[in-house]
């Protein structure tokens, strides 16, 4: 009945036409590159998220706000498989179930995660710790010996022009200011060219100037990769969502609102539970 392999799929794109879809790989053919639908979680009986349902499209940079406790991280957790739902829905594109995968897997199908404290080799150059990421967990020391292909030169370049680290390529990581090392994460981030980058709090501990930097960073960075932004920077929400994006805002474990900046910070619910205290 089924020709296909697990995790094989035949859809049909606005063309009408049919298409394979390669296991493993995130197909966004029908619109949003994540799908949450119903999403619960409880730790020892306290909901951490309850019945949360959220989708981003592909392509999207999306910003999300909301009180301490809203649950935010935890729906990035979700995401990234580091924790499974007691219930719902959740899919990256059309084929991949979030809830049947385990974080390496979710990680190699192009979700990239940035966590709060930069994680970056601070004995290594700049260059040598956008090389490293490039081999992933392929035996990263080999990296370093082995010739570096004509692809991954080209790709560090990118990277470091799009983090504007040129400058920096070969300081050590740990010479960097605050901003240029949170930089440098998500450009070794980027060399494993993610579809769906996940940010939390990517702003916090930095110098205005250095918001602003990375502001334009991620502004570069639409086209290349879907991304989702936990910020409380009400300034720097407002440079990435300006007066089209959509904002999300979480509280008590939900989607409280959803719309532009300007809408959500009018909306009475909104202004109760988050921005009025
Ligand atoms: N592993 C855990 N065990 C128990 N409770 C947890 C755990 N992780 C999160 N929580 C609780 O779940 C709720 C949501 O936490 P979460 O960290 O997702 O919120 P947040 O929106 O990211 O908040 P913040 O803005 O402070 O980062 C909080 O009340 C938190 O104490
Ligand atoms: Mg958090």
Redesign the pocket.
Known sequence: MNALAPGQSVSGDATGMSHFVVPGAIDTSHGPILYLENISVS??G?R?LHDLSLSIQTGELRCII??????????MDVVTGKTRPDAGVAFLGQTLDLTRLDEPAIAQAGVGRKFQKPTVFEQHTVWENLELASAGDKRWFAALRAALTGEVRRRIEEVLSLTHLEAQAASQAGQLSHGQKQRLEIGMLLMQQPQLLLL??PAAGMTDEETAQLATLLDKLRGHCSMMV?E?DMAFVAALAGDAGRVTV?AE?RVLAEGTLDAVQRDERVIESYLGR
């Open positions: 730790f020892d306290f951490a909301g009180p301490n406790g809203a649950g935010k991280t935890t729906m939390d709090e936990v409380h979480m474990g």
